[in-house]
C-alpha cells in the first residue's frame, strides 16, 4: 500500500499551493516525458513535444477566460514586477497622461516604474485607510487622453479585491491579476491587457501570462529592446529566446485539472466556501478576530485579520505554526495574519484553519 502522502496546510502567500494531482504527474512524467526518453526540462524548445505543450497552455488559456480572438496570450519572464516596467516603456512618451488606481504596495510599484517613463497620475487612492477597500467607480478620476488605466485586481498585502471592474470605455484597462487570475470568470473584452506573474494561482514561478489586445501590440513604442517590446513577443509565439519550458508546462497542467475540477465557476464557487469559513469565524468572534478590509472588499484569496491584543496574536501565530498552518504571518509591512488560499489551496485546509481559530478563542477568548 501506498505511504500516506503528508502535505502541509500550505497558506503561503506566493510561491503558493499547487494541486497535489498536478505534482503527481509531473512526477510520474518527470524522467521520460511522454515517451521522448528525456525529461520536458531537456527538450529543445524549438521541438514539436514542447510546442505542444507550449500551444495546449495557450489553449487552454483562452478557452477557460473565453479570451476574445482579437487577443494574444504570451508567456514572458520576469514576474508581474517587470511588467511595471514593460507597461510604460511600451505605452507612455514623456508627456503622455495614465491613471493609476491605488490599492496598495503592488499598485505603488507599478505607479513608481510609469513616472521614469511619463506622467502618470493617482486616480484613486484608498492610502488614507490603510488600503482597508477599494475604491468605488464614482471616486475614479480619469481622463480620455490617458493612455491607459492601471489597476490592481486583488491585492494581496492588504486582502481587498475588486468584485466588478469599471468600464473604462475607449482608455484601455490594464489590470494586474497576479494573485486572483483564474480564481473566477473575468470578463476580458473589458481590458486592453492583463498580466499576472503564475505563482499564485497558475503554477510556478518563473512564467508571467500576458493576455492582450493587438491593437495594443500595434500602437506600442518602437524604440525598445526586442525582449522588452511585447510586440517581439507575439510575432515569435513567445519562443523568441528559450522560454521557461518546466513552468509552462506546470501552467498547462494547472489549467487542465481547473478544468478537471470544473472550469470557473466551479472554482468561484469552492473559493468562495473556502473563504467564507474563515470571514464567517472572524465575524462571529465578536471582536476578538479583526478583519482588515471593509466587508464588500475582501479578498477571496488572501484573509487578512489581527487578533484583538499583540501578545495573543504573537500566541496564536506560534501555535498555528505549531498545528502545521504555513504561512499565517501577516506581510512585513502590515503585520497581523493572513490566510492566502488561492485555488489549489484544499477545502480541507481552511476548514481546519477555521476550527483551529474557534478553538484558539475558545481558549483565549
Ligand atoms: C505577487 C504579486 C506581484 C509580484 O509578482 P512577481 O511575479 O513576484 O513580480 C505583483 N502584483 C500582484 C498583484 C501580486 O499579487
Same mark, same amino acid.
Given at each position: 500500500?501506498?505511504?500516506?502522502?503528508?502535505?502541509?496546510?500550505?497558506?503561503?502567500?506566493?510561491p503558493s499551493a499547487l494541486p497535489l494531482a498536478v505534482l503527481q504527474k509531473a512526477q510520474e512524467e518527470l524522467v521520460d516525458f511522454r515517451a521522448n526518453g528525456m525529461s520536458v526540462m531537456e527538450l529543445s524548445h524549438r521541438s514539436a513535444a514542447f510546442e505542444e505543450v507550449h500551444n495546449t497552455a495557450i489553449a487552454k488559456m483562452r478557452s477557460l477566460?473565453?479570451?476574445?480572438?482579437?487577443?494574444?496570450v504570451l508567456f514572458l519572464q520576469?514576474g508581474?514586477?517587470?511588467?511595471?516596467?514593460?507597461?510604460?516603456?511600451? &505605452?507612455?512618451?514623456?508627456?503622455?497622461?495614465?491613471?493609476?488606481?491605488?490599492?496598495?504596495?503592488?499598485?505603488?510599484?507599478?505607479?513608481?516604474?510609469?513616472?521614469?517613463?511619463?506622467?502618470?497620475?493617482?486616480?484613486?487612492?484608498?492610502?488614507?485607510?490603510?488600503?482597508?477597500?477599494?475604491?468605488?467607480?464614482?471616486?475614479?478620476?480619469?481622463?480620455?487622453?490617458?493612455?491607459?488605466?492601471?489597476?490592481?485586481?486583488?491585492?494581496?498585502?492588504?486582502?481587498?479585491?475588486?468584485?466588478? &471592474?469599471?468600464?473604462?470605455?475607449?482608455?484601455?484597462?490594464?489590470?494586474?491579476?497576479?494573485?486572483?487570475i483564474m480564481?473566477?470568470?473575468?470578463?476580458?473584452?473589458?481590458?486592453?491587457?492583463?498580466?499576472a506573474g503564475a505563482q499564485k494561482n497558475l503554477g510556478p514561478s518563473g512564467v508571467t501570462v500576458v493576455?492582450?489586445?493587438?491593437?495594443?501590440?500595434?500602437?506600442?513604442?518602437?524604440?525598445?529592446?526586442?525582449?522588452?517590446?511585447?510586440?517581439?513577443h507575439?510575432?515569435?509565439n513567445s519562443l523568441y529566446n528559450t522560454p521557461p519550458t518546466f513552468g509552462i508546462y506546470m501552467l498547462g497542467e494547472v489549467l487542465s485539472w481547473i478544468e478537471e475540477?470544473?472550469?470557473?465557476?466551479?472554482?468561484?464557487?469552492?473559493?468562495?466556501?473556502?473563504?467564507?469559513?474563515?470571514?464567517?469565524?472572524?465575524?462571529?468572534?465578536?471582536?476578538?478576530?479583526?478583519?482588515?478590509?471593509?466587508?464588500?472588499?475582501?479578498?477571496?484569496?488572501?484573509?487578512?485579520?489581527?487578533?484583538?491584543?499583540?501578545?495573543?496574536?504573537?500566541?496564536?501565530?506560534?501555535?498555528?505554526?505549531?498545528?502545521?498552518?504555513?504561512?499565517?504571518?501577516?506581510?512585513?509591512?502590515?503585520?497581523?495574519?493572513?490566510?492566502?488560499?488561492?485555488n489549489a489551496?484544499?477545502?480541507?485546509?481552511?476548514?481546519?484553519?477555521?476550527? &483551529?481559530?474557534?478553538?484558539?478563542?475558545?481558549?483565549?477568548?
Amino acid at each position: 500500500m501506498k505511504e500516506q502522502i503528508r502535505r502541509a496546510h500550505n497558506f503561503n502567500a506566493g510561491p503558493s499551493a499547487l494541486p497535489l494531482a498536478v505534482l503527481q504527474k509531473a512526477q510520474e512524467e518527470l524522467v521520460d516525458f511522454r515517451a521522448n526518453g528525456m525529461s520536458v526540462m531537456e527538450l529543445s524548445h524549438r521541438s514539436a513535444a514542447f510546442e505542444e505543450v507550449h500551444n495546449t497552455a495557450i489553449a487552454k488559456m483562452r478557452s477557460l477566460l473565453s479570451i476574445p480572438e482579437e487577443y494574444e496570450v504570451l508567456f514572458l519572464q520576469g514576474g508581474a514586477s517587470l511588467q511595471f516596467g514593460m507597461i510604460p516603456m511600451n &505605452f507612455l512618451q514623456p508627456d503622455s497622461t495614465a491613471a493609476y488606481i491605488m490599492t496598495g504596495a503592488w499598485s505603488e510599484k507599478a505607479l513608481e516604474d510609469a513616472k521614469l517613463y511619463g506622467k502618470p497620475y493617482e486616480a484613486a487612492s484608498t492610502k488614507g485607510e490603510n488600503y482597508r477597500r477599494i475604491p468605488s467607480f464614482d471616486e475614479l478620476r480619469y481622463q480620455p487622453t490617458d493612455a491607459y488605466v492601471h489597476l490592481t485586481s486583488n491585492n494581496t498585502i492588504f486582502g481587498t479585491q475588486w468584485s466588478s &471592474f469599471p468600464d473604462t470605455g475607449d482608455v484601455p484597462l490594464i489590470g494586474d491579476m497576479s494573485s486572483d487570475i483564474m480564481s473566477k470568470p473575468v470578463d476580458v473584452s473589458k481590458f486592453a491587457m492583463i498580466y499576472a506573474g503564475a505563482q499564485k494561482n497558475l503554477g510556478p514561478s518563473g512564467v508571467t501570462v500576458v493576455i492582450i489586445r493587438k491593437d495594443m501590440i500595434e500602437r506600442a513604442n518602437k524604440n525598445l529592446p526586442a525582449m522588452l517590446r511585447y510586440s517581439t513577443h507575439s510575432k515569435n509565439n513567445s519562443l523568441y529566446n528559450t522560454p521557461p519550458t518546466f513552468g509552462i508546462y506546470m501552467l498547462g497542467e494547472v489549467l487542465s485539472w481547473i478544468e478537471e475540477t470544473g472550469g470557473l465557476e466551479q472554482i468561484a464557487k469552492r473559493n468562495e466556501e473556502k473563504a467564507g469559513l474563515i470571514y464567517d469565524a472572524i465575524d462571529a468572534s465578536q471582536g476578538f478576530y479583526v478583519g482588515h478590509a471593509e466587508p464588500n472588499s475582501r479578498s477571496l484569496m488572501n484573509v487578512t485579520f489581527r487578533v484583538k491584543d499583540e501578545t495573543l496574536e504573537k500566541q496564536f501565530l506560534a501555535e498555528a505554526k505549531k498545528e502545521g498552518f504555513i504561512g499565517v504571518n501577516g506581510h512585513r509591512s502590515v503585520g497581523g495574519c493572513r490566510a492566502s488560499i488561492y485555488n489549489a489551496v484544499p477545502y480541507e485546509s481552511c476548514l481546519a484553519f477555521r476550527e &483551529f481559530m474557534l478553538q484558539f478563542q475558545k481558549v483565549n477568548g
